[in-house]
């Protein structure tokens, strides 16, 4: 069965700007987490959707948001961009809050520059 | 807050050899640990979980310990292979929070 699908998977974009992420669980999965990935502060939890809402949040500023619609695909999006916010933006994907097993897309590598 | 760290940040193992990765924390109200190995441009992939009322639970090559009297948790890895070589995250979890908190991760790098 196809896995977890980020996109897109490279984006450059300029301070001050805004920038979406996609990203598409596994076929039967509800439940959608994002984590922001850099050498310096390693994989953070950002926020997990599940059924739509949001379920749990990490301790990130309110320029990161995200949703999540009706076919489990969920979305992120940054706003305002700072030069920090460059980092591997990976998602994972959950058949249900309880399950432990997540499944990471490759993540979409954003550089700001 | 809570932290979930690993002791070495590299290790280097011969071909064949078993492997030990370890991984220290301080929250002891997790319920669930997991092992997760990312290799070089793909996104973590799961291991191996446990939960906090088990001390060991084997997989195909792998097992992983829980001493939760020094808050210590490791990953035996049996004849590592070429295929091993990733960096290793320990996580752990609650069971009224299902977010991940990852520690800082250990490159494993296998020598022919």
């Known amino acids: 069965k196809a896995g977890v699908t980020q996109t897109p998977r490279y984006l450059i974009k300029t301070r001050g700007q805004q920038v979406t992420l996609s990203c598409s669980p596994i076929?039967?999965?509800?439940?959608v987490s994002w984590y922001q990935q850099t050498p310096g502060q390693g994989l953070q939890f950002l926020f997990e959707?599940?059924?739509?809402?949001?379920?749990n949040k990490g301790n990130f500023p309110g320029r990161f948001s995200g949703r999540q619609f009706s076919n489990s695909r969920s979305e992120m999006n940054v706003s305002t961009l700072e030069l920090g916010d460059s980092a591997l933006y990976l998602c994972?994907?959950?058949?249900?809050?309880?399950?432990?097993?997540?499944?990471f897309g490759q993540g979409t590598r954003l550089t700001v520059v | 807050g809570e932290s979930v760290g690993l002791h070495l940040p590299t290790l280097s193992v011969q071909e064949g050899d078993n492997s030990i990765i370890n991984c220290a924390y301080s929250?002891?109200?997790?319920?669930?640990f997991i092992w997760y190995k990312q290799e070089s441009g793909k996104g973590p992939q799961f291991i191996i979980d446990?939960?906090?009322?088990?001390d060991k639970r084997q997989g195909q090559r792998v097992t992983v310990l829980l001493n939760k009297t020094v808050k210590h948790l490791s990953l035996q890895i049996a004849a590592t292979q070429p295929g091993d070589s990733a960096v290793y995250f320990c996580?752990?979890?609650?069971?009224?929070?299902?977010?991940?908190?990852f520690g800082a991760g250990t490159t494993v790098t296998v020598r022919a």
């Open positions: 994972a994907s959950k058949r249900d809050r309880v399950n432990t097993e997540a499944f």
């Open positions: 076929s039967g999965h509800r439940s």
């Open positions: 959707y599940f059924s739509e809402t949001q379920r």
């Open positions: 929250n002891s109200a997790s319920d669930y």
């Open positions: 446990i939960r906090s009322n088990m």
């Open positions: 996580a752990q979890a609650g069971s009224n929070d299902y977010k991940l908190s």
